[in-house]
């Protein structure tokens, strides 16, 4: 099959992803494979790709918002048939036995494992994933405008539970890429007002297009306090407009995987008052069937630019140059 694999970790302007030719993968116990149909392309693969999450392999295929058919079942499985749609995200292995799976916190299991950074992922024409970690994909969903589901839209969805804006409620978004698009259509859909800081007019634009009540640049303040605030932009020099943006007792989520180091912030007017910071790490299961149901019954319309598999480099350093309205996916 053809594959896109990366082997040396380096900025994507070196150009270290190369397209390869790799044995089919078989399914194990447990798991199903895939004819890959779409990949969505995601800022955490870029983190992987250049190294900004420490390597746990090499070589690695990348590659987490997959959507394709299954074509082959692994020993003891029974949740898909041939022939069946799903799709394959972030999240692949929890141990289900620490206290934090017990809780039901499993987006914290110590021994959590991830597609496209533990094993290989979706920038490829197959791909195999455990049956209990896959995603049936509701029919409304074409698969290119389904692959941002699996990640941009499941940590949106984890961002604005964790930031506990109340319907009717009003809430700022700190960047608008992938996720923040389709953030906002799950805000809008609740009854809450959205605004926008964000940086880069293309960007801003496609705020204002998608019903954004304010729009401005990255620490512009928006001209009334929020009850809530998701940064979705990895810098940490962010972090002290967000807080500023929302009243008293507001939340500012922090939904990057990976950002830079905070700046040294006043305690006054940044978290006095009552005013909560958090951060947001992968998902639940129970997230992902949340949201994929929430957004069909909505329903979300993402917004897409197609690349073939073999420009996945094109890809990430067009997302690397904030170059992409919506999400970029891969088709084979």
Known sequence: MRAIEVERRSPIESSPLRLVERPLPEPGRGEVRVRVRACGVCRTDLHVVEGDLAPLRSPLIPGHQVVGVVDALGAETCRFSVGDRIGIAWLRH?????????RGDENLCPDS????HHDDGGYAEWAVVPEAF?????DVFPDAD????????????????????????RLALFGFGSSAHIVIQLAQHRGIEVVVATRGEKH?????EMGAAWVGETFDRPPVRCDAAIVFAP????????????????TVALAGVTMT?????????????EKRLTSVEANTRADGEALLREAAAIPIRPKTVLY???????????????GIEGTAVLVS
Do not use: N
């Open 308 to 322: 073939p598999l073999e420009r996945a480099q094109e890809a990430l350093l067009a997302l690397k140059r904030d």
């Open 113 to 116: 494992r991830y597609t496209g």
């Open 146 to 169: 389904a692959t941002p589901l699996l990640c941009a839209g499941i940590i949106g969805y984890r961002a604005l539970a964790r930031a506990d804006c109340p319907p009717g409620g």
């Open 94 to 102: 929890t141990c289900g036995m620490c206290e934090a799976c017990r």
């Open 261 to 273: 180091d905070l700046p040294a912030m006043a305690y006054e007017p940044h978290l006095f008052h």
């Open 204 to 208: 801003r634009r496609m705020a204002r």
């Open 235 to 250: 810098a940490g020099e962010v972090v002290p407009a967000a807080l500023r943006a929302v009243r008293p007792s507001g």
């Open 134 to 138: 896959a995603y049936a994909i509701p």
